[in-house]
């Protein structure tokens, strides 16, 4: 069983790793590309996961149908379970110890509700300049919506130093993902890496 302090160490790892990458916020997503940190702390490695909602379902708007929802629920069921997304090596002995998946949407409700507002308050008596001004407020609302999933995971290594290559399958499962911007964190510091759709494995070998 692995201790609490080798996961209070891996989370504020993350975390750290976290804040000084203000390009990962909600608000500053790129299409096409998510972030992975990997905290690799004795036994425990903890992974975190930013995607924007595009890469993911293809949308980022707030579900509005029947089949907005029933994507969200598949990609989450997905993203609940990493070893279809991200193949470990055997020799490190790794369990997954926990895994949750959600999807934070930023905007949406406070720009639907304003489009509503819009709607009612000046109807079919407007003229086509303020029709005009509807179609601009109603660009400006979608263009304001972000959503990103966001997922995390621990597992448990018995030998974390025999993590070798990971590969991704995580491309091979969502056709709107392009690249991921990994950074691995261990008690030496941390590095950098990109793994992309061409080239979807991550080589640890070096770390260690």
Known sequence: MKSTLALTAA???????????DTRQLDAHEH????LDIAIDGT???MELRVPGADIVGFEHAAES???RAAIAE????????????GLSDAAG???EAATADLETEGAEDHDHDHGDHTEEHGHDDHGHDDHGHEDHAEEAEGATHSE???????DCTAPEELGTITFAYFDL???????????????GAQAFEVTRDAPTLDLGGLF
């Not at 969502?174 to 990994?182: D, K, T, Y």
């Open 11 to 21: 989370a504020a790892l993350l975390a750290t790793t976290a804040l000084a990458e």
């Open 32 to 35: 096409g590309t998510g972030a």
């Open 44 to 46: 425990t490695v903890a």
């Open 66 to 68: 029947d089949e907005d």
């Open 75 to 86: 990609a989450l069921t997905t993203l609940s379970t990493p070893t279809d997304l991200f």
């Open 94 to 96: 790794c369990t997954v």
């Open 149 to 155: 999933f966001h997922a995390e995971y621990t597992h």
């Open 174 to 188: 969502f056709e709107g993902a392009q690249e991921l911007e990994v950074q691995v964190v261990t008690g030496d």
